[in-house]
T-cell receptor
Framework: AQSVTQLDSQVPVFEEAPVELRCNYSSSVSVYLFWYVQYPNQGLQLLLKYLSGSTLVKGINGFEAEFNKSQTSFHLRKPSVHISDTAEYFCAVIRIYNQGGKLIFGQGTELSVKP | NAGVTQTPKFRVLKTGQSMTLLCAQDMNHEYMYWYRQDPGMGLRLIHYSVGEGTTAKGEVPDGYNVSRLKKQNFLLGLESAAPSQTSVYFC????????????????FGEGSRLTVL
């Protein structure tokens, strides 16, 4: 079975500073990887995804993530954060070739951007 | 642009009561899911459905039942509510495509906050 670990439950940063949210996964088979964002009192929305190809993927709102197969990591980065990036971020995986389609989420990381 | 709609958005129950959460999607998606979200635990999959008339258990199915009688609707039932089921419940749907059968891109509702006293 696959699992996802987000290494930081809370990440406070100042506005315009860079940020990295860490995600590691374990799986015996190949997976697709995702980052979702949840703004206060809302549902989740897709930020970016890695399916294949270039290991550096770009998403909405200036975020990017790098897939590292050897380290089984998919860390999320942004070079300069804004107050509006304050939200909870979830890493998720899904097994390739699995018609069951179960998306498994990490525990979430609360990003708090301070002025 | 309705997308995924959940009703009700808020509900307070007493221990032992029953209730049903309704999820409706208008995107013609095959796959639908029910997750619960608890602080520090992320989203955990309760049940899911890969098509009309089918359901399957997720990570935390105990105490819940589901039905998918129509493609656009996915119902989550609590037969005898317990305080441990106090949570925020999210429904999601997903189109099917790609090698995995799904894209992994889930479309979420806004959540249903359930409190069991």
């Amino acid at each position: 079975a696959q699992s996802v670990t987000q290494l930081d439950s809370q990440v406070p940063v100042f506005e315009e500073a860079p940020v990295e949210l860490r995600c590691n996964y374990s799986s015996s088979v190949s997976v697709y990887l995702f980052w979702y964002v949840q703004y206060p009192n809302q549902g989740l929305q897709l930020l970016l995804k890695y399916l294949s190809g270039s290991t550096l993927v770009k998403g909405i709102n200036g975020f990017e993530a790098e897939f590292n197969k050897s380290q089984t990591s998919f860390h999320l980065r942004k070079p300069s954060v804004h107050i509006s990036d304050t939200a909870e971020y979830f890493c998720a995986v899904i097994r390739i070739y699995n018609q069951g389609g179960k998306l498994i989420f990490g525990q979430g990381t609360e990003l708090s951007v301070k002025p | 642009n309705a997308g995924v709609t959940q009703t009700p958005k808020f509900r307070v129950l007493k221990t032992g009561q029953s209730m049903t959460l309704l999820c409706a999607q208008d995107m013609n998606h095959e796959y639908m899911y029910w997750y619960r979200q608890d602080p520090g635990m992320g989203l955990r999959l309760i049940h899911y459905s890969v098509g009309e008339g089918t359901t399957a258990k997720g990570e935390v199915p105990d105490g819940y039942n589901v039905s998918r009688l129509k493609k656009q609707n996915f119902l989550l039932g609590l037969e005898s509510a317990a305080p441990s089921q106090t949570s925020v419940y999210f429904c999601a749907s997903s189109p099917t495509e790609g090698l995995a059968g799904v894209t992994g891109e889930l479309f979420f509702g806004e959540g249903s906050r359930l409190t069991v006293l």
